[in-house]
Every structure is written in structure tokens, then in C-alpha cells.
Antibody
Framework: QVLLQESGPGLVKPSQTLSLTCTVS??????????WSWIRQLPGKGLEWIGF???????YYNPSLSSRLTISADTSKNQFSLKLTSVTAADTAIYYC??????????????WGQGTLVTVSS | DIQMTQSPSSLSASVGDRVTVTCRAS??????LAWYQQKPGKAPKLLLY???RLEGGVPSRFSGSGSGTDYTLTISSLQPEDFATYYC?????????FGPGTKVDIK
């Protein structure tokens, strides 16, 4: 059973960089056939796909965030990470990591981590 | 971007009711649609993918159908544990987008 767990600061100041890590257990971030994703949920609102990293290290970002976004992986720790620069209050959200298939026909997200709330405030 | 809409935005139903949630995409998505269930304080849980394929372990009272731009999630007999918010998601093209959700609560 694959489990994902997000970690990182719960409070980030405006204009700074939001950094989160997702630790994967029961599976490998370098397993072919999967990609590893970040999704966020704005307070009281819907879900927004942020981006993902493929098992081979390739990345794919939401164009609305791509100029501020970096997703990377550390295969030795079986983790992948999110860095979002120049944050504002609009980036306040619950951030989830999730596994996704590696093809366009397997693009659903399953499983998900429990989520971590990140608040952007001074 | 493909916009996803859901209707209704909320509904009240009783245990045992048949419930239907509709999801519409702004363009055809060739059955590249997933449904999720989210309970308060929890992460979304995958229910169905490819429009109608049931994820392992999901009760058979959940079903999905549709084609083109219009898709439906049906709960054949609502159970107490089904009161939650339901989201659709298209994975046909980037950016991969979610519907705004349908909240199902107790009548």
C-alpha cells in the first residue's frame, strides 16, 4: 500500500518561498509508470492541480504557476518536493501530494497524502 | 483550459435515496474523467476513473457514465458514510482541472 505524507512549514511570509516535501512509503518515486503530483485546495474552495514530476525526473507544471514553481525528487530519500517562490496570500491553501499515472490515459490522482495547510501571512 | 462545471452545487438527500451528480466539461474529454469523494478534514479519495471504472474497494453502489462533455456520478442507495463533497476531474489535457464540487448532505 502506497502512502504519502506532506511536511513543511505551516506559515510563510509574503514574497518568500513556500517549500514542501512529500515522503513516499510502500512504493518508489522512481518506479516507472507513475508520476508524483502536487495539488492544492484554496480555503473553502475547489482543487487546483499544481504540477508533477515523472518517475524519470521530467516535470510538468500548471502554466498558471510555472514561472514560480519547481518540483524535484530525491530518489535516495524516496521524496519529492515543491518550491513556490514569491508567495502571496492567494497561495494560502491546503497542499496535497498524490500519485498519478505517467500517461495521459492514466491521469487520475490516487492515493493522496493527508494534506498540509500553508498560510501566507506576515 | 478545459472548464469543469458540476450540478447541483449541493443537494440534500435521505439514506436510501438514489443520487445523481452531473459534471460537464467545456470541450470533449473522451471519458478522461475521474470522480473523488472528500469528507471534512480529509483528502479526496478516488472513486471512479475513465468515467465509469470503479476503483478497487469502492462500493458498487457508486457508478459513473457519460461521454463527450457530459458525465454522471450515481449513488444507487445513499448510505450514511456517503455524505460528503464530490469532485470530478478531467485528465484529457493540461492543465488538469477539477469541478467545483457537489456537497451531499442529510435531508
Amino acid at each position: 500500500q502506497v502512502l504519502l505524507q506532506e511536511s513543511g512549514p505551516g506559515l510563510v511570509k509574503p514574497s518568500q518561498t513556500l517549500s514542501l516535501t512529500c515522503t513516499v512509503s510502500g512504493g518508489s518515486v522512481s518506479s516507472s509508470g507513475y508520476s508524483w503530483s502536487w495539488i492544492r485546495q484554496l480555503p473553502g474552495k475547489g482543487l487546483e492541480w499544481i504540477g508533477f514530476i515523472y518517475y524519470n525526473g521530467g516535470t510538468y507544471y500548471n502554466p498558471s504557476l510555472s514561472s514560480r514553481l519547481t518540483i524535484s525528487a530525491d530518489t535516495s530519500k524516496n521524496q519529492f518536493s515543491l518550491k513556490l517562490t514569491s508567495v502571496t496570500a492567494a497561495d494560502t491553501a491546503i497542499y496535497y501530494c498524490a500519485r498519478r499515472g505517467s500517461t495521459i490515459t492514466t491521469g487520475w490522482f490516487d492515493p493522496w497524502g493527508q494534506g498540509t495547510l500553508v498560510t501566507v501571512s506576515s | 483550459d478545459i472548464q469543469m462545471t458540476q450540478s447541483p452545487s449541493s443537494l440534500s438527500a435521505s439514506v436510501g435515496d438514489r443520487v445523481t451528480v452531473t459534471c460537464r466539461a467545456s470541450q470533449g474529454i473522451l471519458n478522461s474523467l475521474a470522480w473523488y469523494q472528500q469528507k471534512p478534514g480529509k483528502a479526496p479519495k478516488l472513486l471512479l476513473y475513465a468515467s465509469s471504472r470503479l476503483e478497487g474497494g469502492v462500493p458498487s453502489r457508486f457508478s459513473g457514465s457519460g461521454s463527450g462533455t457530459d458525465y454522471t456520478l450515481t449513488i444507487s442507495s445513499l448510505q450514511p458514510e456517503d455524505f460528503a463533497t464530490y469532485y470530478c476531474q478531467q485528465y484529457y489535457s493540461s492543465p488538469f482541472t477539477f469541478g467545483p464540487g457537489t456537497k451531499v448532505d442529510i435531508k
